[in-house]
């Protein structure tokens, strides 16, 4: 099967269909940014460990490579999202030589020090990287509702910011390399906590025979009410003031105290609950009992600047 060659650029690969960009890695979420990039009409070649898995791009017009660097070469953009990097390392391991100002989109995930360790392994090849973070599900890639969070090279995000817009709503955080994955796991720590929220209150009106659909209205009403008051914290936080408009620490301090002692009276796992009033009782020791309620930053990152 015939490939570009190394010795093509941007330009020269360019014509009235678009960019020419490579996709590695054809698990769902790959074969979902693969049928994004065709979609948007763009030429694309493909590579997987399992060539099989292909078959269906293939015959809407990709291109399949016989390798990783012939796939890498074919192309000015590669975009790769592997299992993980132990994957993505043993697949590059075969790439050598110079890449001539190809950029690599990394969206597999990892955590932030292996996204900066392949930005200066494609820099020393001669490549420009973009790592990325998905938070969606391959369903939803090629439309607004996929969030794709990218950071490393400004350059190569604005040079192909309308190939990147094919895959979702592309967003830019910044030029340190570990950004977006460093943003990833803040969004699950976010998902995580309301999720893990939700079924302990669950739990608890499980009790009364309350069903979890009768509950979920009101758990959506709080937790829309909560985000509310997101800004004015951030503000407080980024500011390091902690004046209290609403409820002291300790104020709150109480009412986790309730929450944990009706847990353990309704026979209702007391863990999470029992956690957040570890976080409060050690600001309170600190001596921020009247302090507003995200001044408890300071025990979840030390040398913050709340005091």
Not at 267 to 284: K, T
Request: aromatic share 6%; proline share 3%; net charge negative.
């Amino acid at each position: 099967m015939t490939h570009h060659t190394s010795t093509q650029t941007s330009t020269e690969t360019s014509s009235a269909t678009g960019t020419d960009v490579t996709v590695i890695g054809l698990g769902l979420m790959g074969r979902a940014l693969a049928d994004a990039v065709l979609t948007a009409g763009h030429r694309v070649t493909v590579w997987n460990r399992t060539a099989a898995k292909a078959e269906g791009l293939v015959s809407r017009g990709a291109r399949l490579a016989d390798s990783v660097e012939s796939a890498v070469l074919a192309s000015p953009v590669s975009i790769v999202c592997v299992s993980d990097y132990a994957s993505l390392q043993q697949a590059f391991a075969s790439v050598s030589g110079d890449l001539d100002g190809r950029v690599l989109v990394n969206l597999t995930s990892g955590d932030p020090e292996q996204a900066r360790e392949l930005a200066r392994w494609a820099d020393q090849a001669g490549a420009h990287t973009l790592d990325g973070a998905i938070m969606a599900v391959p369903s939803t890639i090629g439309t607004a509702d996929a969030i794709i969070l990218l950071s490393g090279s400004g350059t190569a995000f604005e040079t192909h910011q309308p190939l990147l817009a094919a895959l979702g709503d592309a967003t830019f955080l910044g030029d340190d390399h570990g950004l977006a994955a460093l943003y990833d796991v803040a969004g699950l720590s976010v998902m995580w906590g309301v999720l893990n929220a939700w079924l302990q209150g669950v739990a608890l009106l499980s009790t009364a025979g309350v069903d979890a659909s009768a509950f979920t209205p009101f758990a959506a009403q709080v937790a829309q009410e909560t985000v509310g008051w997101l800004p004015g914290y951030a503000d407080q936080v980024d500011r390091g003031s902690f004046t209290p408009d609403d409820a002291t620490i300790a104020t709150h301090a109480g009412g986790i105290a309730h929450l944990v002692r009706v847990s353990e009276e309704l026979g209702v796992d007391a863990e999470l609950p029992r956690l957040f009033g570890s976080v409060a009782a050690r600001a309170i020791a600190a001596g921020h009992a009247d302090r507003s309620y995200p001044a408890l930053i300071e025990q979840l990152a030390p040398g913050s600047r709340a005091s």
